[in-house]
C-alpha cells in the first residue's frame, strides 16, 4: 500500500514540520491518521510527514470561541466536553458519524477537511459555525474561513501549508438559539450522502434574527445555502416557510450520479434535510412553527 513511500518522517516540532515541507516540496505529503491517505490512488508523494506527533491535538475555549487542534481525532471531539456543549453539540455528533470505532480512533479533524471531500461530515458542521483555519506554512502564516478554502473535489487553497487549528469564534449573544446535524447514510458508518448543518437565532418574538444552512455531498464542495438563510432572515417560521426553505435550498445544489445514489434523489434528500434540520433547530430552541 505504502510500497512508493521513501521515508516516514515524526517530526516532534511544528517547526521541524515546517522545514521537511518546505524540504520535500511536491514529494512529501502530510499524514495524520492516514484514513483517507491510504485511499488514495495517487502514489507521487515519496515521503510522507506525520503531524500527529506536534501537540496539535487540543480543544479550547475562551472568551472568543473555540480552537480545536487539527489533529484531535473524531473520538476526541466526541468526547470532549466543550465540542459536546458547543452549538448543541453539531460537531460532537458529526465525528461521531464519521466511519467505525477504529476509524474515529485514528481519523482527525485536520484531514477530515484537507482532505476536502464533498461528503466531509465535519465540514458542513463547521460552515454553519464560521469556522476559520490556522494555517501555518514556512514563509507565513494565514486564517482562512473555511468557506474560502475549498476550491474543488479534493482541492483546497493550501500551498506547502499545513493546518494548525479550526478557531470557531463565539456566537452573538442573545435570543434563543437552536442547532442541528443531520446525516443521511446507506449505513450507520457509511459517509453521507447528503448530510446537512443548520443554526438558528430567534428574538423573543421567534422572528428568525440569523440563520445557517450547510449541507455536503450534493456539489463539487460543501456549501453555505445562502439563498434558503437569506429567506428565514426577519419572519417567524411556519410549514410553508419551512417547506419553501427546502425548495430553495434545493436549487443552490448540484450534486452528480454515483454508486451511492442519483444526483435527483441527493437534491431532493436536500430540501428533506433542511426541513429536518430546521424544525429540530426550532424545536431546541423553543421557536414556535405556525400552521
Ligand atoms: C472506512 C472509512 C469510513 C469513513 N467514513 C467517513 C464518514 O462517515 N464521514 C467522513 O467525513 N469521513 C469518513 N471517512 C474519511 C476519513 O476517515 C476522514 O476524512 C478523516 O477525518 C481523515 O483524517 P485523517 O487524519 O485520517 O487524514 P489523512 O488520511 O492522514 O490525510 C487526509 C488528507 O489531509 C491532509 N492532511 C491531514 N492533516 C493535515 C493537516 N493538519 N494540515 C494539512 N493537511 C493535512 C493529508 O495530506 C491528506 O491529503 C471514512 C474513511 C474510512 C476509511
Not at 517530526?11 to 485511499?39: N, Q
Not at 465540542?83 to 464519521?98: D, E, N, P, S, V
Amino acid at each position: 500500500m505504502f510500497d512508493h513511500i521513501e521515508c516516514f518522517y515524526r517530526p516532534g516540532t511544528l517547526r521541524e514540520a515546517l522545514l521537511l515541507l518546505r524540504k520535500l516540496g511536491k514529494r512529501g505529503a502530510i499524514v495524520a491518521g492516514a484514513t483517507d491517505i491510504v485511499t488514495r490512488a495517487d502514489r507521487s508523494p515519496r515521503f510522507f510527514i506525520d503531524v500527529t506527533h506536534l501537540g496539535l491535538d487540543f480543544v479550547r475555549k475562551n472568551r472568543r470561541g473555540c480552537a480545536i487542534g487539527a489533529a484531535t481525532t473524531m473520538m476526541a471531539l466526541e468526547k470532549s466536553p466543550i465540542t459536546c456543549r458547543l452549538a448543541g453539540g453539531i460537531l460532537a455528533k458529526a465525528a461521531a458519524t464519521c466511519g467505525s470505532i477504529q476509524n474515529r480512533n485514528m481519523a482527525t479533524l485536520g484531514g477530515n477537511l484537507a482532505n476536502a471531500s464533498p461528503a466531509a461530515d465535519t465540514a458542513a458542521v463547521l460552515l454553519a459555525l464560521d469556522a476559520q483555519l490556522v494555517v501555518d506554512g514556512s514563509r507565513r502564516k494565514r486564517k482562512i474561513p473555511l468557506a474560502e478554502f475549498y476550491i474543488g473535489p479534493h482541492q483546497t487553497v493550501l500551498n506547502g501549508e499545513l493546518i494548525k487549528e479550526i478557531v470557531i469564534p463565539a456566537l452573538p449573544g442573545g435570543g434563543r438559539w437552536g442547532w442541528s446535524f443531520q446525516k443521511l447514510g446507506r449505513t450507520e458508518t457509511d459517509i453521507a450522502l447528503v448530510n446537512a448543518a443548520a443554526g438558528l437565532q430567534a428574538d423573543s418574538r421567534g422572528r428568525i434574527k440569523w440563520a445557517r444552512i450547510a449541507l455536503g455531498a450534493v456539489g463539487p464542495m460543501p456549501l453555505r445555502a445562502r439563498a434558503a438563510e437569506k429567506l428565514l432572515i426577519g419572519n417567524a417560521l411556519s410549514e410553508e416557510l419551512l417547506a419553501r426553505a427546502g425548495e430553495v435550498a434545493m436549487g443552490e445544489v448540484s450534486p452528480i450520479n454515483d454508486g451511492r445514489a442519483s444526483a435527483n434523489y441527493r437534491r431532493e434528500m436536500s430540501a428533506v434535510l433542511v426541513r429536518r434540520a430546521l424544525r429540530e433547530c426550532a424545536c431546541h430552541a423553543g421557536i414556535p412553527i405556525l400552521d
